[in-house]
């Protein structure tokens, strides 16, 4: 289970922390990533991290204002993943999704297994 959490309204310029707990599986052993879907567009790819923690990737949109961590608690089915979101542009409201991949970590999220329910951002003035 995916649980997302940390959105709400913020002006541009803000910053806002995403977290995502998931709990009921191993989720240490999975990639996992942060998706967005704005009004009448498409989900999108935003940011993931490998299940180590040593690699991270991001959408080109994103890089350099957006950061996604995570903390991997060993032998238990609790984990928690972050998306740090700074300089916010109106552009970034969306509903965003975290999701856990057991493969990689994707920017193609036909690959990812489990979904979260979304946490809506919106950033306006």
């Known amino acids: 289970q995916l649980v997302e959490s940390g959105g709400g309204l913020v002006q541009p310029g803000g910053s806002l922390r995403l977290s995502c707990a998931a709990s009921?599986?191993?989720?240490?052993?999975?990639?996992m990533g942060w998706f967005r879907q704005a009004p009448g567009k498409d989900r999108e790819f935003v940011a993931a991290i490998d299940w180590s923690a040593t690699a991270t990737y991001y959408a080109d949109s994103v890089k350099g204002r957006f950061t996604i961590s995570r903390d991997n608690a060993k032998n238990t089915a609790k984990n928690t993943v972050y998306l740090q979101m700074n300089s916010l542009k109106p552009e970034d409201t969306a509903v965003y999704y975290c999701?856990?991949?057991?493969?990689?970590?994707?920017?193609?999220?036909?690959?990812?297994?489990?979904w979260g329910q979304g946490t809506q951002v919106t950033v306006s003035s």
């Open positions: 009921g599986r191993t989720f240490s052993n999975y990639a």
């Open positions: 999701a856990a991949d057991y493969t990689s970590a994707s920017s193609n999220q036909r690959e990812y297994d489990y």
